[in-house]
């Protein structure tokens, strides 16, 4: 396993479809996180795992908003009724729970851009 | 030097030069730092670590130092290279309960001039 992996990479939808992104994550690693990014800013959190039990959500992550992670393995996060707000790049990041840290690996994103 | 709307802090060094990259953290109860690279177009790459009851850390040309009492953390590149060119994040955990979540600041931007 060579990292966590995200797909698509790019979606460009138009404004009010609904989109889905997936993430999988580095094998073994129990924890995932959803970020999201805008130009010039660092990445926001949006939500956790530990395995398949959702343990956080921030409060960006709106009723349009919902993440899944139904084995324990790959996540999906799915963006209903787009709104041209939502234009960012989505990050997935995994780690695992050792003795000396929780080092937390993300993946190259999924750019969205709402038209 | 530092700048307004969306553009960055940018530290302009040369080549061979070493880079301070300097970060406020917010929240005195952050038990764990990581510093990260970002590159244009790609997701944050760790590069360093550091936890609270340390005050420096250090890797392969890269150091970290946390100084606790003003709440302020620095990344040290020595012989910085073009390959350094990047935006570089640090990011505070605060863990109620194990949950470790990152929360980043704006970043920095490096631009290494060969």
């Known amino acids: 396993d060579t990292g966590v992996s995200q797909n698509p990479r790019h979606k460009i939808t138009k404004r009010g479809q609904n989109v889905t992104f997936r993430c999988d994550p580095i094998s073994e690693h129990n924890r995932l996180y959803w970020y999201r990014q805008t130009l010039g800013q660092g990445p926001e959190f949006l939500t956790y795992f530990q395995n398949e039990a959702q343990l956080e959500k921030s409060r960006l992550l709106s009723d349009r908003f919902s993440a899944e992670r139904p084995k324990g393995s790959f996540s999906t996060l799915e963006i209903q009724r787009t709104e041209q707000g939502d234009s960012a790049m989505y990050l997935c990041a995994s780690s695992i729970d050792t003795a000396s840290g929780n080092t937390i690996y993300f993946g190259e994103g999924s750019w969205l851009t709402v038209v | 030097g530092e700048s307004v709307g969306l553009h960055l802090p940018t530290l302009s060094v040369q080549e061979g030069d070493n880079s301070i990259i300097n970060c406020a953290y917010s929240?005195?109860?952050?038990?764990?730092f990581i510093w990260y690279k970002q590159e244009s177009g790609k997701g944050p790459q760790f590069i360093i670590d550091?936890?609270?009851?340390?005050d420096k850390r250090q890797g392969q040309r890269v150091t970290v130092l946390l100084n606790k009492t003003v709440k302020h953390l620095s990344l040290q590149i020595a012989a910085t290279q073009p390959g350094d060119s990047a935006v570089y994040f640090c990011?505070?955990?605060?863990?109620?309960?194990?949950?470790?979540?990152?929360?980043f600041g704006r970043g920095t931007s490096l631009i290494v001039h060969p």
């Open positions: 929240n005195s109860a952050s038990d764990y």
């Open positions: 990011a505070e955990n605060i863990s109620p309960g194990g949950s470790y979540i990152p929360t």
């Open positions: 550091i936890r609270s009851n340390m």
